[in-house]
């Protein structure tokens, strides 16, 4: 997602938080709620937070966890505002609710700088009601009044009220201006930067039941759901019977559904692959008949790609840069390159990759003629509250939908159709299903990470400076009119803002094979050519690529006026140089040893790699070290923060040595962890991560830290051997890891 | 047929002598901790103990399991945490999480057999459990962690009295 795109999300987020905080306090601020167990008060101080008599703060967290921390850090925010300590603090995930919460999603980096000013006025609230209610208990004014770890002190008498003795005065008060709320600065933070353990660490280790995968409910009952191997086919007809007649088999029945290629369209697809929907008893009844399930498809409206032949129209249409649709250009590159002292052409690949997140989707859907429950781990919940309905034929007030966590996301969980396939199932067979994909069904039919190929040309004239910059972006396109997901180059200013000649074109090329957001889209590739390319320019020139890049970003500025979501050079040169001052860089290394440099800015995050790689003479790497220098301004949870950055290292690397998917007649060719080999800890680096205090407003952390890898280890073997790698991953170019 | 899990006789005379034991513990016993991850015993994430042994529970159908002894995640401490579940905690481990079950099985099994691996016998021990989200350099450093509590001859503690910086509170569970 671009930072345009991060914009206009965030003001017309800030709108909806605007009218939906006011809603969620008018709402509920008056409301108290008597939790029966215990006979224990509740008093609730808004949406988001209710206080017990026992001095518990449940807080709640309104974007899905698949992961990325957030059920962690967006309570943390309130907490913070509000002084309530920690330790008292339970979390909870918030409904799905659109009135009350927004837009809630798990995408683009977005969860914590969408929420940054809304839940630090929650918080901020909170804390005026309990301030006030403390002022006409003591009967003292409110500015001789403070708070830490949920409590009101007045110092002047020593007297002190905790946030449980007065959350039921405070939750009666009427809401205060929210011109009057007073917010901390970043010097008065005691709980935003510090490392907190997840909120659901206990419980992860304990084995509780917290996954989608993991809900059960009363007359469950459980299917699998089974599509044509060739993406987009349809079942003509099937062996029913005979799988009915299976033991633990209760139905089996084929779903019409919408042939052809399914398309990443979040918002208003609905669309379900036709496919032999089996249901059984429980999931290995359903999984063992399966076996014995003969289909005859109809593979017409199937797609028919192939991998190696969208490798050969690639590489002919890099042959015809003149065909291409120009998107940006500024000069005469072709004239600036005829001039330029120095030249370099490359042309980059990546293949199709797939998520691969742990938990292969499932969902459990319970719909009545009347009304509809789902409990699913989309990244996109508000999105099914909403499409669902129109689905099923229900009112929107009829369907009900809960968010669970998911067992890793990386975008994967971006789409619902395995959502809609169990509201399918559980309508006509009307009984509670869980829909289990198996590990074969979530490789195969993913939204994959586009194949991508990027050709590029530049010059540096005789003062060293670069002058010309072309790029050539070739990527599949299912209509020839708009690239799939992920192969739409956005304007990123940087390198084009300091070369004076560039021009930059796109060829598309068909393909069928469907694409969606995987790890920072577009990025998680572009960022590999762009950094990998401009050390190989460096190189070209005898500059060391630290030296050519600091030079590249020059003066301090933004690069966009007032957009502070836009790459900042003082920023990114000053995680250049942290990166390279924890890595040593320059010191003389052993020969087949070298260290590798990359700079990317994504996500609104400012992000420099440095990797320590060795290559023997079997172009075996092994990644030594990696250091982070990373500036996504005020930290919220630093353990959450420098775990997502360790990840998207291991992420990096894993991805980069030997994943590709392959299809061939449309059907994907890997569709287990035997073919589609993860990194495993014998090969994970030592990661070095260095947050940089910026004092600029959080943006997101889960995507930002992915790109630079690829460069960064990429730099390094050119650097250990003298190799250059343009291809991703490194296992076509021969190397292993 | 019947099974002693989590130290607990458990009659599985309704359940089909060929599913896998994930199944079975997931889907009749309500023991969701063990998680399916790839059905073919690449990924680590449905590890439980055989007789004290780490495998692979989507291999094993119960039928060929005699009266073997078996503990998953939920029975690795029968009351509080287990030395390699506390060290989890404490070193944050976790991201999704959805791996961590099967990782702490893994890394208890060594630790009951080598209270002080070698990083290599660690490397070999956890190379079967994929962590998707990569938490590998944090599983390192909390066996390690784990390794010096079990040589100081503290096995389990008392979630209640530690001093984990989590809330006990937050041990969760499932909103619905």
Redesign the interface.
Known sequence: MSTNEINARLNRRQFLQFSGLGLALSASGHVVQVVAEDHSGTSRLSAYISVGADG?ITIGAPNPE????VNTSLPMIIAEEMDAA????????TPVDAAHFGAQFAGGSLSIPMRWDELRRVGATARAMLLRAASEEMEVPTAELSTQDSLVTHKESGRSLTYAELALSASQLPLPDTDDLVMKNAEQYRLLGT?????????????????G?????PDLV?ASYVKCPHIGGRPVSANLDEIKAQ??VIDAFIIEGEAGPYQFDIRNSTQVSPGVAIVAR????A??ARKLLKVQWDTQPASSDDSEKIALAAKAAAGRREQAKTISAAGDAGQALLEASARVKALYSADFVSH?????QSCVARVTEQSAEV?TSSQTPSAVDQLLPGLLSLPSEAVTV?S???????GRRLSNEYVYEAALISQRVGLPVKV?W??EDDMAFDYFRSALYLDMEAGVSDDGRVSAWKLHVIAGSTDLEKANYGGTYRERDFPERRVPHYDIATTLIASQTPTGAWRAPFSNIYAFAEQSFLCELAAAVDTDYRDFLLDLLGEDEWFKDGDRNALNTARAKGVVNAACAAAGWGRVLPEGRGLGLAFFFSHAGHVAEVAEVSVDKDKKLTVHDVWVAADVGQVINL??VE??I??????GL?TLANQRITIRDGRIQET???AYP?????K?P??HVQMMASGYAPTGAGEPALPPLAPAVGNAVFAACGERVRELPFSKAGFSV | MTLTINAIPTDLSGIDPDTPLLWALRDHLGLVGTKYGCGIAQCGACTVWLNGAPVRSCQLPVGALGDASITTIEGLAADGLHAVQRAWIEEDVAQCGYCQAGQIMAAAALLEKHTNPSDEQISVAMAGNICRCGTYVRIRKAIRSASSALQSGVRFFDPGESELAVNPANSGGMRS
């Open positions: 518990v698949v992961g990325q921390g920690w330790s008292d603090v339970q979390v909870v995930s490392r907190i353990t997840n909120a659901s660490a206990a419980a992860i280790a304990q084995g509780k039941p917290l996954f995968i993991d809900v059960q409910v459980y033991r633990g429980d999931t290995w009844a999984m063992r691969a997140q742990l938990e292969p409990w809960h669970v966590r998911g067992g890793g996301g990386f289990q198996s590990r353990s959450g775990n997502q360790e990840g998207s290292v291991v992420d894993s287990n962890f035997d993860l990194l495993r800890m014998p994970a030592r990661v």
